[in-house]
């Protein structure tokens, strides 16, 4: 019988077959953890006895969350990483050099990999064809230290695409409407693959974004093939030889097939309080908005600033709108600067933030006032989410985010393009 | 070998809707105190269940509806969740990256109809069974199984013992 992506992958990863449903023990490529729940991970490898890292080369800390720290009990959480990362070798990333998971999928990711990461968004590399999901502390400690971890085989949805978007519509308005679809938990302990005519045209950035948020669905990976646009993102950051190709078997089964015809979407949004809480932004227009922010794991990338340079071109943000803009990574923020991208967002008015995760889950560099609502690019609109739970969040597209910061309101892009 | 005697316990629902996030169980504003557990625990629900903290009494079970526990994999979640005292989650069902959290720090999560119990009843739960008897109403819930690793690492009381104890993830078919 054929295998699905995930069948394939851990089958290989665990030496064995592995089917969904099996219990496997795999070994684990890459490990991670970021500043806000790194410290946990670190004292828990700590208390297990553990003072080894299996791989050391293959752990990375990220200080992205709080970065740069705005509390002193949050700066003194970054030294015990700092501490660690001295005593054990692994790898560490500064605060500025960017968001983790735009980082591993600049740096690290391999079709094939399996990638853990005490991150939910760690789902995001599955964009690449690896295996990439989020787990706790525990979890995290235990493969740092053993290089291995377990795994029940997830069955698999099949997401087959086809046509093109079109102009107006993005990433980020396929993925809201499939998670509208399919609900909060409607993909829970599965696996997302994509697959279908459209992903010939379909750029890595893209696919990051789509796989971002295949966890708000509740799945555990959202998984891309490792085809020639894989292979062309890992020969443009220098590891083209890592490529293999990587597709599921054209006999694999599927727990379920959703078509999507990307022709027929439109601009979408997610409103308060459940990212599944999902209506055409058509339906939402007139809303009005005091901060727009553009960026994140999610949409933080030079396409993302690219679709809002030419949006706020020559405009000037709603005086009462703030727009705050947050570069998923360094390279990202140096790309954007040699494009003129930057030079444009801040003549429109806006802020422009390190990388990192800014003011995305509500801990600095943008916290919402009381009723005040926010038209963010990131993943998440939980109810406190941006750290007040009197104030409201609604996700949609960089294109979207742009076009409502001009107006101060929830507005179609497409009435401004 | 002796057969251990069944896992039992007691105690009052406090019953929650659906889709309880992590971000609802530690909002994010708190992220400060995530590396001194007892003030942060302080906090738990605090913005879904005002008064929370100082409501819970020992033993208590959360008895939620479904998703419980989507969004982050901030473990703390679970952690803070067992230190207020309560002594398991019920749910319809629970974001799979909570629930393997909450196996991990040896609180139990039970995935049944909980539809049947309300708000103050009485439960006894024989965690071995898988069982559910609600003395207030009479009503018994059987619980969905979880994979034997699951289970097994539950009876150690958490990830860590048990790996100290395997010293590495043991298949059991």
Redesign the interface.
């Known amino acids: 019988m054929g295998k699905t992506l995930a069948e394939k992958i851990l089958s290989l990863k665990s030496h064995g077959e592995a089917k969904a449903g099996d219990?496997?023990?795999a070994d684990v490529d890459l490990a991670f953890v970021q500043d806000?729940?790194g410290?946990?991970t670190i004292r828990?490898f700590k208390?297990?006895?553990f003072e080894a890292l299996a791989k050391p080369q293959q752990t990375i800390i990220f200080l992205d969350?709080?970065a740069p720290s705005?509390?002193q009990?949050?700066s003194?959480?970054h030294i015990?990483l700092r501490c660690f990362a001295g005593e054990t070798g692994c790898r560490i990333y500064e605060v500025g050099e960017g968001i983790c998971h735009q980082l591993i999928a600049e740096q690290f990711a391999n079709p094939g990999d399996v990638i853990l990461?005490?991150?939910?968004h760690?789902v995001t590399a599955g964009a690449l064809g690896a295996f990439a999901t989020?787990?706790?502390?525990?979890?995290i400690?235990?493969a740092l230290a053993?290089g291995?971890?377990?795994f029940?085989v997830p069955e698999s949805f099949l997401i087959e695409l086809k046509g093109v978007f079109l102009r107006g519509v993005y990433a980020k308005d396929l993925i809201l409407y499939l998670i509208g679809q399919i609900g909060?938990?409607g993909a829970?302990?599965k696996a997302l693959e994509f697959g279908g005519e459209a992903l010939a045209q379909m750029t890595m950035p893209q696919r990051l974004t789509i796989a971002n948020m295949a966890?708000e669905a509740?799945a555990?990976v959202g998984l891309f093939p490792g085809d020639e646009i894989t292979r062309d993102f890992l020969m443009e950051h220098g590891r083209g030889d890592n490529y293999k190709p990587l597709y599921p078997d054209a006999e694999a089964n599927y727990e379920q097939v959703i078509l999507v015809n990307l022709d027929q979407l439109e601009p979408m949004l997610s409103l308060p309080h459940?990212v599944d809480n999902v209506r055409p932004v058509t339906r939402v227009k007139g809303v009005k908005i005091q901060q727009a922010f553009i960026g994140t794991c999610t949409n933080g990338r030079l396409e993302d600033l690219a679709v809002a340079a030419e949006i706020l071109k020559g405009k000037k943000r709603h005086p009462g709108t703030r727009l705050l803009i947050a570069p998923a990574s360094r390279q990202v923020l140096i790309r954007a600067i040699e494009k003129g991208y930057i030079q444009i967002l801040i003549e429109a008015g806006a802020a422009i933030l390190p990388p990192g995760c800014a003011a995305c889950?509500?801990?600095h560099q943008g916290?919402l006032g009381d009723g005040e609502v926010c038209l963010s690019t990131a993943n998440?609109n939980?109810?406190?989410?941006?750290?007040?739970?009197e104030a409201m969040v609604y996700l949609a597209s960089p294109a979207t985010a742009a076009a409502s910061a001009i107006k101060g309101e929830i507005t179609d892009p497409r009435d401004l393009m | 070998m002796v057969k251990m005697p069944d896992l039992v316990l007691k105690g009052k629902a406090i019953k929650l809707g659906d889709n309880i996030s992590t971000d609802d169980i530690i909002p994010g504003r708190f992220a400060h105190l995530r590396s001194n557990l007892p003030e942060l625990a302080r906090h738990v629900l605090e913005d879904a269940v005002p008064g929370f903290a100082s409501r819970v009494k020992l033993s208590d079970f959360l008895v939620a509806g479904k998703n419980f526990g989507l969004g982050s994999s901030r473990e703390h979640a679970p952690v803070v969740i067992k230190m207020s005292g309560v002594g398991a989650i019920l749910a319809k069902s629970a974001a799979r990256i909570f629930f393997r959290n909450a196996i991990n720090q040896g609180l139990p999560v039970l995935l049944c109809d909980t539809d049947k119990i309300g708000d103050g009843d009485e439960l006894e739960i024989n965690l071995t069974g898988g069982m559910i008897a609600n003395l207030t109403s009479g009503i018994t819930l059987n619980c969905s199984k979880m994979p034997p690793i699951m289970s097994a690492i539950l009876e150690e009381g958490g990830l860590i013992p048990y790996i100290q104890k395997h010293k590495g993830f043991v298949i059991i078919s």
Do not use: C
């Open positions: 219990v496997v023990i806000t729940t410290p946990l828990q208390e297990s006895g969350h709080a705005p509390a009990q949050l003194n959480d015990l990461g005490s991150d939910s760690t989020g787990m706790g502390s525990s979890d400690a235990v053993l291995k971890t377990w029940r909060a938990d829970n302990y966890v509740g555990k459940a889950l509500g801990l916290v998440r939980f109810k406190g989410r941006m750290g007040n739970p």
